[in-house]
């Protein structure tokens, strides 16, 4: 298992929680962004950068995943495009997308998309709360934790 980031809108904290869990599990970590992304030194962890442009990144990702890598994205288009791929989507705030939930999810951000685009503010999404970063972190630990189950 690979990890894949969305690296251009994701959270410094989260990034950093991804850089103790690739330094911890040995796990290969690559932030895909179209700008330069700091990295620490690391035999695990990567950075790609691509061209500008609508959904280079995320097209990128897609390309280069393989089924069971996990992807890190509050994208809900590229997180559909991933569990297509049979590869695992979880959002910066601790939301593990699935098959299950996110048919939901895209309906719903088509809907506000047309609310935006008929002049309705929708606000944008609340700041990265404690209770995000505990979620995200919990998730990533079980992922991680059932990969290592698996390579044994």
Sequence with gaps: MKIWVDADACPAV???TLFRAAERTGLELT?????AVYVPPSRY???LQVS???DVADNEIVRRMEPGDLVITGDIPLAADVIEKGGTALSPRGELYSPDNIRARLNMRDFMDTLRGSGVHTGGPPALSQTDRKNFANHLDRIVTAHAGKIR
Aim: a positive charge.
């Design 14 to 16: 989260i990034k950093d």
């Design 31 to 35: 932030l895909v962004a179209n700008q």
């Design 52 to 54: 500008s442009g609508f």
């Design 45 to 47: 962890i990567r950075t």
